[in-house]
């Protein structure tokens, strides 16, 4: 689903944008294609992580040298987006990983995360809210971690800022 919402966002931001008159044309692959086979569900997790990162690996080996890309946007999940960027490496082809993992490219001058960090990403969400939607008085959960609270604290302190009002702040449980 999440690779869906994707690729739609990306035909939509790319519909009717052109470089000198060419249209930019997205080449795609991908690397869940395997994951319907009976071979692969047979195979241990460990098994299907190793051969989803060697397809990952072909992948951005092909659209460099068969494709002629200048750029790469995906794979979605961490251990596919170190894959890609390891090879990527090699190319010196910029990949844009939309892994949720903060710190993704640390390893990799080329590898490089689509979502700023989340604490960015609190902060631009109470904007948001504040700016665009016009509100003003905000009820705050939060899971039980240490990450989740500061992220909880970034938001809180940006509305505030905004001129906002917290009227409320709870816990919740991780599983519910």
């Not at 994951?35 to 190793?50: A, F, G, I, N, V």
């Not at 640390?106 to 590898?111: N, P, R, T, W």
């Amino acid at each position: 689903r999440y690779a869906r919402e994707v690729l739609d966002g990306l035909e939509l931001a790319l519909n009717g944008v052109a470089i000198d008159g060419k249209a930019i044309e997205l080449v795609l692959r991908d690397s869940a294609q395997k994951d319907l086979t009976p071979e692969y569900k047979s195979q241990t997790r460990k098994e299907q992580r190793s051969i989803k990162e060697n397809l990952v690996k072909a992948h951005v080996k092909d659209l460099v040298e068969n494709e002629g890309v200048i750029a790469i946007l995906g794979p979605l999940a961490r251990n596919t987006s170190q894959a890609a960027g390891e090879t990527g490496e090699r190319y010196k082809v910029p990949i844009i990983s939309f892994s949720l993992t903060e710190n993704i490219g640390s390893d990799y001058s080329s590898l490089f995360r689509f979502q700023r960090s989340q604490y960015q990403e609190a902060k631009t969400l109470a904007d948001y809210a504040v700016d665009y939607l016009n509100a003003s008085r905000f009820v705050l959960f939060y899971r039980s971690d240490s990450k989740s609270f500061d992220l909880m604290q970034t938001f809180a302190e940006r509305i505030r800022a905004k001129g906002g009002k917290v009227v409320g702040i709870a816990k919740i449980n991780k599983n519910t």
